[in-house]
C-alpha cells in the first residue's frame, strides 16, 4: 500500500450534522448516561470488620437462618434508647421466634405488598420501654450508618425508623 490510500482523497468533505434533525427531536432525544466518578473511585474494600457476630465480612451478604442458628447464635441483641427519659439499654430478641413473625407477616402480607412496604414497616409503632412503661418509646441507637444493625431492625420490626 502506498502512503495516499492512507488519506483521505483530497476532495472528501465530512457530513454536517443535520441541525434541523436535533430541534425535531428536543427533549426526548435520548442522552448517553455518564459513569459517576465519585462512586467508582470509592468504592470500598470487598471485606469490612463485622460490627456484630451475625454480620458477614463481605459487603451486602448475608448469612442464612440454619447458618446463624448453626453457630449457635440464638438471640439478637442491640442498643435502643427511650424517647422519653432517654434511658440506653440492650434489647434482645429470638432469632427464631421473631424470624417466624416476619415469615407469617410476609406470607399473609404478600399479595398487599405489590412494590411497597406495609405500612406497619414504613411508620412502625415502637417497642415499650422496660424502664418507663410508656408505648412506642423505645428508638434505634447507633453512630455511623455503615454499623446499622438492620437484623434487630427487622425483627423488631422497626425497619422503617
Known amino acids: 500500500m502506498n502512503e495516499q490510500s492512507l488519506h483521505p482523497p483530497s476532495n472528501f468533505q465530512t457530513q454536517e450534522p443535520n441541525v434541523h434533525q436535533e430541534e425535531e427531536v428536543g427533549s426526548s432525544r435520548l442522552r448517553p448516561c455518564r459513569l459517576s466518578v465519585r462512586a467508582t473511585n470509592q468504592a470500598g474494600p470487598d471485606t469490612i470488620n463485622t460490627p456484630y457476630q451475625w454480620a458477614t465480612s463481605t459487603r451486602a451478604t448475608v448469612y442464612s437462618l440454619e447458618h446463624l442458628l448453626s453457630q449457635n447464635i440464638i438471640s439478637i441483641s442491640g442498643k435502643v434508647k427511650c424517647k422519653w427519659i432517654e434511658d440506653l439499654y440492650e434489647i ?25 412496604a406495609p405500612q406497619s414497616w414504613t411508620k412502625p409503632v415502637l417497642p415499650t420501654c422496660n424502664h418507663c412503661g410508656k408505648e412506642n418509646s423505645l428508638k434505634r441507637v447507633f453512630t455511623k450508618k455503615r454499623i446499622i444493625n438492620y437484623l434487630l431492625l427487622l425483627l423488631g420490626k422497626m425497619i422503617g425508623c
Open 92 to 116: 434482645e430478641f429470638s432469632l427464631s421466634d421473631k424470624f417466624n413473625e416476619v415469615v407469617g407477616f410476609i406470607i399473609k402480607e404478600r399479595d398487599n405488598m405489590y412494590d411497597r
